[in-house]
């Protein structure tokens, strides 16, 4: 999100923004969140969500496949889609610590949807930085896990 007055938003308020623009502005994007690694909700942007239970999943699906790119020599893990009968799961590493999914619908064009999170992540990242996780030194505890 580059639009004015982002600047004056808190770094979690930011992260929820830039998830409610994606939405907005991308056909087929019906919601999305941002989660730690382990599973912590970050933001969520999905309506009608249980958003907690998503993000144990979403982790559990980042687990799952950065042991698969891993295992098979395809480096570190940056991304992968899942496509059911309704619609698309997109789950984007953010950086070592965080993950963005997006919930699309069929109307979704992954093409497009990876080109618009390649700034996103960036973004992201950088929100995340600046995030108080309300522990010393801004780092939880597990971060190193």
Not at 53 to 74: D, E, K, M, N, S
């Amino acid at each position: 999100m580059t639009g004015p007055g982002i600047e004056g938003l808190t770094p979690d308020k930011r992260v929820r923004a830039e998830l409610r623009e994606l939405r907005t502005q991308m056909a087929g994007v019906h919601g999305s969140m941002v989660a730690a690694s382990d599973g912590f909700l970050i933001s969520c942007d999905i309506p009608e969500a249980e958003p907690t239970r998503i993000a144990a999943l979403i982790a559990a699906t980042l687990g799952l496949a950065r042991q698969a790119t891993q295992a098979t020599g395809r480096g570190r893990f940056r991304e992968a889609v899942a496509r059911g009968s309704d619609g698309y799961l997109a789950v984007f590493a953010v950086g070592e610590d965080a993950v963005l999914a997006v919930i699309g619908t069929n109307d979704l064009n992954i093409g497009m949807l990876h080109y618009q999170t390649r700034d996103l992540i960036t973004r992201l990242m950088n929100h995340l930085a600046q995030f108080d996780w309300g522990w010393q030194g801004g780092t939880r505890p597990d971060a190193s896990l």
